[in-house]
């Protein structure tokens, strides 16, 4: 099959990972509604392939991604209609993030401010460069967050932490981030991408089924009774035990060797 082309995004395929570059650095990486539909063809480009294991987003130039682009927002003769359907595009990009059966890592290398906060929010991990910048400064500008941040983040960081944030539009560099529990870690933004990759290496050689499942259980959980998600989990074991990954599983165990998992 003919890989799509991208205009504002790069896809680089490398092995069991899909690195997604925003590509607008003259703007910042600021998002229009093409970067949108274009993300929204790139995550399922990573879904459908079988030989990626997972995906890095991170941005080209000094930005991750600072949010709406307000100049073209601000020229654009658009209907009520047609600007929620902008908002509902970068809902559907955070959703299918967070559905993805692969682990995202975002991989902050700059600025990562509103939407592009919202995106990185709705990834699995989040690395930073030291002196990255990660906030909410909707109330500042008369609207408000999307995405699910306001679902995700108080599960990240807390409640009260989530209400500084998203209230004062506060702004977080890496080693801030990572202390409070939002990023994993953060490096020199000369090294980013490669520790991403690392991390990146490290879930690619994890079974694909046992992941996927893994992702929609931990999830889900805060909205899930004690019974369901006991029940969902015993499925979820069940299920793995179908695959040819779990014999494979256990071959390497005893053999004393890393297994080999094909996703199937």
């Known amino acids: 099959m003919r890989r799509p082309t991208y205009e504002t995004l790069i896809v680089e395929p490398r092995d069991a990972i899909m690195i997604i570059r925003f590509n607008r650095p003259q703007r910042l990486n600021a998002v229009v509604e093409g970067l949108y539909r274009e993300l929204l063809v790139a995550l399922a480009e990573a879904e459908r392939d079988p030989k990626v294991r997972t995906v890095i987003l991170t941005g080209e130039g000094r930005a991750f991604c600072v949010g709406a682009d307000m100049k073209e927002h601000g020229g654009a003769a658009r209907t009520l209609y047609q600007r929620r359907q902008y908002l509902q595009l970068g809902n559907d990009v955070c959703e299918a993030i967070l559905r993805l059966k692969k682990p995202v890592i975002a991989a902050v290398n700059g600025y990562a401010l509103g939407a592009g906060a919202e995106m990185a929010v709705a990834c699995d991990f989040i690395v930073m460069a030291d002196e990255a910048q990660l906030g909410f400064p909707e109330t500042g500008i008369g609207t408000c967050v999307g995405g699910g941040v306001s679902k995700l983040l108080p599960q990240l960081v807390g409640l009260s932490m989530a209400r500084q944030l998203l209230y004062t539009g506060?702004?977080?560099?890496?080693?801030?981030?990572?202390?409070?529990?939002?990023?994993?870690?953060?490096?020199?933004?000369?090294?980013?991408?490669?520790?991403a990759e690392r991390l990146a290496q490290t879930?690619?050689?994890?079974?694909?089924?046992?992941?996927?499942?893994?992702?929609?259980l931990v999830n889900q959980a805060s909205e899930t009774g004690l019974e369901s998600q006991l029940q969902q989990e015993l499925d979820a074991v069940f299920t793995c035990s179908t695959t040819a990954d779990w014999q494979e599983g256990v071959d390497a165990f005893a053999e004393k060797r890393a297994p080999r998992f094909k996703g199937q």
């Open 203 to 216: 879930l690619a050689k994890q079974a694909p089924v046992s992941m996927a499942m893994l992702k929609r």
């Open 170 to 195: 506060k702004r977080i560099d890496g080693e801030q981030a990572t202390r409070i529990g939002l990023a994993v870690d953060h490096w020199p933004a000369a090294s980013l991408l490669q520790e």
